[in-house]
């Protein structure tokens, strides 16, 4: 017969009489060999199935966007830099060129204008030379060596850009005319040129001087 001390209800019945019984209590540990594998190692708290599936998002994207790298942050960064020096020398360049530009044209108006002037002055101090040489023409006296010489300076000075006006018959021009002495014509119907005491010369369209003549103006 067996005595109530030799076995003690368990859940699954009574322990036979000797046989080792587990540990009680809150503090006791449960062996290697009797822990369940769900609460071993990082596995633990993994849901039943494996690991959840991932999807794209609405725009195609899986999971969060990463942020840029570093080195094509930098990259981008010298691009745009590089971008804006190079723009900045470009309008430097064309701000150069269109200077320039000016200048040239400044210089070469100024040249032309300096040239014009030297050459009216050379011509303006021949034209009492030209005045003279018409003088001894009309009186028959620009004959041998001196109408070679005549005819070889008045070709010159027509090469220069100088021609002569102012004839007999002309209409008066203020512009262009220096009227010494006026008279009247029934023969005229406007103010008309009579006698032409000294030519008048132009380089152009400027009047080197004015042709000085007399008039006859028509009768009232």
């Known amino acids: ?5 030799d076995e003690t209800p368990g859940a699954d019945g009574p322990f036979e009489t000797g046989a080792e019984r587990p540990p009680q ?6 062996p290697e060999e009797g822990r369940s594998p769900v609460s071993k190692g990082p596995e633990e708290g993994r849901r039943p199935g494996g690991d959840p599936e991932v999807h794209p ?29 190079l723009a900045e020398r470009t309008l430097d360049l064309q701000r150069l060129q269109a200077e320039f ?3 040239k044209r400044r210089v070469d108006r100024d040249r032309e204008l300096i040239q014009q002037n030297a050459t009216f002055s050379v011509l303006s101090g021949l034209l009492p030379v030209l005045d003279d040489i018409d003088r001894a ?9 001196f ?3 005549a005819d070889s300076l008045e070709r010159i000075v027509t090469s220069l850009g100088l021609t002569k006006f102012g004839a007999k018959g002309d209409e008066f021009d203020p512009n262009v005319h220096e009227a010494l002495m006026h008279g009247h014509s029934p023969d005229v119907t406007t103010t008309t040129v009579d006698v032409v005491a000294h030519a008048g010369y ?18 009232s």
């Not at 209590?25 to 449960?30: E, I, L, M, Q, Y």
């Not at 042709?211 to 009768?219: I, M, N, R, Y």
């Open 57 to 85: 998002d609405a725009e195609g994207f899986f999971g969060e966007e990463t942020e840029a790298e570093p080195d094509d942050q930098a990259a981008s960064d010298e691009l745009l830099l590089a971008q804006t020096a």
């Open 147 to 149: 109408k070679a010489v």
């Open 202 to 219: 132009r380089i152009g369209d400027r009047v080197v001087r004015a042709a000085k003549v007399t008039v006859l103006d028509p009768e």
């Open 25 to 30: 209590g809150p503090d006791a540990r449960v």
């Open 137 to 145: 023409r009309e009186h028959g006296e620009v004959e041998g060596g």
């Open 101 to 103: 530009l000016n200048y």
């Open 1 to 5: 017969m067996t005595s109530p001390h």
